[in-house]
């Protein structure tokens, strides 16, 4: 298996609704990843878990809530988003999250979410 | 602040004509490049890569240049086809850091 999986494909919450986003890799990789895309935007990194810890926060506002349950999972709780948080959600997985040439990103087909 | 950049967002090329997609960086510290293909309503997938002590890399129909004088690097599709138009990022990493710079891409349109 050498991908990354992501439910749902589409999302469209209130901004009153909590909901949450799914991401799954059978690689064996232990790094995981939640990066934003707004449309014709470069993907802007969100969160990083390394070994199913938190490594990296990007100053992300608490509305967006990551957990890692393990090595194969990752979630993306939101609750009381804006307008503006409409986007692609993207995740992705690299093998050991140190970076460089031995640790390539493998991207999720994303989740399009709306927020009215 | 550091960034990788990219030098034209529109690239029109005819179908089976060779598309070369170019790239600016400008932290010197960056020892991985990568290339995303993107297409629409999907994820970003992996292309190519090339370690800064290279200069060259090939894989299937692609071509990866890196010129670190001039912190450029670029992207070679040969007789290009309706199936790669897409949208192409660079991006850049070093060992020891999980943060992944992505350029602003360019869109490339083949025209049949």
């Known amino acids: 298996d050498t991908e990354v999986t992501q439910t749902p494909k589409h999302l469209v919450m209130g901004m009153t609704n909590k909901k949450s986003l799914k991401c799954e890799q059978h690689m064996g990789h232990r790094a995981m990843y939640w990066y934003k895309q707004k449309a014709k935007k470069p993907p802007e990194l969100m969160f990083v878990?390394?070994?199913?810890?938190?490594?990296i926060n990007e100053s992300v506002p608490s509305r967006f809530s990551p957990e890692c349950p393990n090595s194969s999972l990752l979630n993306l709780h939101l609750h009381a988003l804006q307008p503006e948080d409409s986007a692609l959600y993207l995740c992705?997985?690299?093998?050991?999250?140190?970076?460089?040439?031995?640790?390539?990103?493998?991207f999720g087909p994303g989740t399009r979410l709306t927020v009215l | 602040g550091e960034s990788v950049g990219l030098h034209l967002p529109t690239l029109s090329v005819q179908e089976g004509d060779n598309s070369i997609i170019n790239c600016a960086y400008s932290n010197s510290a960056s020892d991985y490049f990568i290339w995303y293909k993107q297409e629409s309503g999907k994820g970003p997938q992996f292309i190519i890569d090339?370690?800064?002590?290279?200069d060259k890399r090939q894989g299937q129909r692609v071509t990866v240049l890196l010129n670190k004088t001039v912190k450029h690097l670029s992207l070679q599709i040969a007789a290009t086809q309706p199936g790669d138009s897409a949208v192409y990022f660079c991006?850049?990493?070093?060992?020891?850091?999980?943060?992944?710079?992505f350029g602003i891409g360019t869109k490339l349109q083949v025209i049949p």
């Open positions: 992705a997985s690299s093998l050991t999250g140190a970076g460089g040439s031995t640790d390539t990103q493998y």
């Open positions: 991006a850049e990493n070093r060992g020891g850091y999980q943060k992944v710079t």
């Open positions: 878990y390394s070994y199913e810890k938190l490594s």
């Open positions: 090339i370690r800064s002590n290279m």
